[in-house]
């Protein structure tokens, strides 16, 4: 089985609070729990329904409550903690979706008719995490939101250097460059990223609806000109105590082993060093950001 971007971290103040928010806004199901001294976290899921072994499925988020403290949560677009943007959920009909979410109370941070983009959205959950919205239209009816064409599609952080992350996730990782958008008015450009099994694949060349249908890509920001200042840093969360948001990526792997001890990167755990990570590896990518290499 080829490499995946399995899941995505993120620490959330009130577990029970987010799991009925994610399940009742978007499908997520409760797919596992594991219970630590140290914290509690709950792996939910869409997608993938017929994959029971959680490491060999994508679209996978883990919630993660700390125990017995009273840390605060950001959620990474504020200064001086901005670096993780948002997590990316793309469905079927998206009015029908923004409908959906108002009928729920939920809180927008943008709305479709807001700004100039009319074609996406976003949502903010228990703890203030911006859900991004956009249509896969997978299914696609009208007047309905289909909760089964639900997909999580993307997971953005922000970068300092294009060159430096495109080359890490690309040649230490192994992922393929599935498109590249430059906005130039505002002055950033985004890459998504992930795998990709056909062997004949051509990078930067995907249509914009087919890679709404995937799942658990990897969206790279870069606001130009970061690069070019040596002390310019993202806020990665963990470096500081009292304070947490998103934590890491994992990507399932039948060579993990191999592939952290022979990367070119940070090895922030070297594969099999704490009892706790058991079969995981740590790395870093150039900003810092933690990605857990795991057996399948």
Same mark, same amino acid.
């Given at each position: 089985?080829?490499?995946?971007?399995?899941?995505?971290?993120?620490?959330?103040? =009130?577990?029970?609070?987010?799991?009925?928010?994610? /399940?009742?806004?978007?499908?997520?199901?409760?797919?596992?729990?594991?219970?630590? &001294?140290?914290?509690?976290?709950?792996?939910?899921?869409?997608?993938?329904?017929?994959?029971?072994?959680?490491?060999?499925? =994508?679209?996978?988020?883990?919630?993660?409550?700390?125990?017995?403290? /009273?840390?605060?949560?950001?959620?990474?677009?504020?200064? &001086?903690?901005?670096?993780?943007?948002?997590?990316?959920?793309?469905?079927?009909?998206?009015?029908?979706?923004?409908?959906?979410?108002?009928?729920?109370?939920?809180?927008?941070?943008?709305?479709?008719?807001?700004?100039?983009?009319?074609?996406?959205?976003?949502?903010?959950?228990?703890?203030?995490?911006?859900?991004?919205?956009?249509?896969?239209?997978?299914?696609?009816?009208?007047?309905?939101?289909?909760?089964?064409?639900?997909?999580?599609?993307?997971?953005?952080?922000?970068?300092?250097?294009?060159?430096?992350?495109?080359?890490?996730?690309?040649?230490?990782?192994?992922?393929?460059?599935?498109?590249?958008?430059?906005?130039?008015?505002?002055?950033?450009?985004?890459?998504?990223?992930?795998?990709?099994?056909? &062997?004949?694949?051509?990078?930067?060349?995907?249509?914009?609806?087919?890679?709404?249908?995937?799942?658990?890509?990897?969206?790279?920001?870069?606001?130009?000109?970061?690069?070019? =200042?040596?002390?310019?840093?993202?806020?990665?969360?963990?470096?500081?105590?009292?304070?947490?948001?998103?934590?890491?990526?994992?990507?399932?792997?039948?060579?993990?082993? /191999?592939?952290?001890?022979?990367?070119?990167?940070?090895?922030?755990?070297?594969?099999?060093?704490? &009892?706790?990570?058991?079969?995981?590896?740590?790395?870093? =990518?150039?900003?810092?950001?933690?990605?857990?290499?795991?057996?399948?």
């Amino acid at each position: 089985m080829p490499r995946l971007t399995n899941l995505t971290s993120l620490h959330v103040s =009130d577990i029970s609070n987010s799991i009925k928010f994610y /399940s009742d806004a978007f499908g997520f199901k409760e797919l596992s729990r594991v219970e630590t &001294p140290q914290y509690v976290s709950v792996f939910i899921g869409l997608g993938n329904t017929h994959e029971k072994h959680l490491a060999r499925r =994508d679209g996978v988020v883990e919630l993660r409550q700390l125990k017995n403290t /009273s840390v605060k949560i950001y959620n990474g677009n504020s200064d &001086p903690y901005r670096g993780f943007g948002h997590l990316c959920v793309s469905v079927s009909n998206i009015v029908e979706a923004q409908k959906h979410l108002l009928k729920q109370g939920a809180i927008f941070q943008k709305r479709l008719e807001d700004g100039r983009q009319k074609d996406i959205a976003f949502v903010l959950d228990p703890d203030t995490y911006w859900i991004e919205l956009i249509e896969n239209a997978i299914e696609k009816k009208e007047g309905v939101y289909n909760l089964g064409s639900n997909r999580l599609n993307h997971t953005m952080i922000r970068i300092r250097d294009p060159k430096k992350s495109l080359d890490f996730y690309r040649n230490v990782l192994g992922m393929k460059l599935f498109s590249t958008r430059k906005h130039e008015s505002a002055k950033f450009t985004l890459y998504f990223l992930g795998y990709e099994e056909d &062997p004949n694949y051509v990078e930067d060349q995907e249509d914009k609806v087919l890679q709404a249908g995937r799942q658990s890509i990897i969206e790279l920001t870069h606001n130009w000109g970061t690069e070019l =200042d040596d002390s310019f840093r993202y806020y990665v969360f963990g470096k500081d105590q009292g304070v947490v948001g998103f934590d890491h990526f994992t990507v399932s792997a039948s060579d993990a082993k /191999s592939l952290v001890d022979s990367s070119n990167a940070e090895v922030l755990v070297k594969y099999n060093e704490k &009892p706790e990570l058991k079969n995981t590896g740590v790395l870093a =990518d150039p900003d810092g950001w933690k990605v857990y290499i795991q057996d399948y």
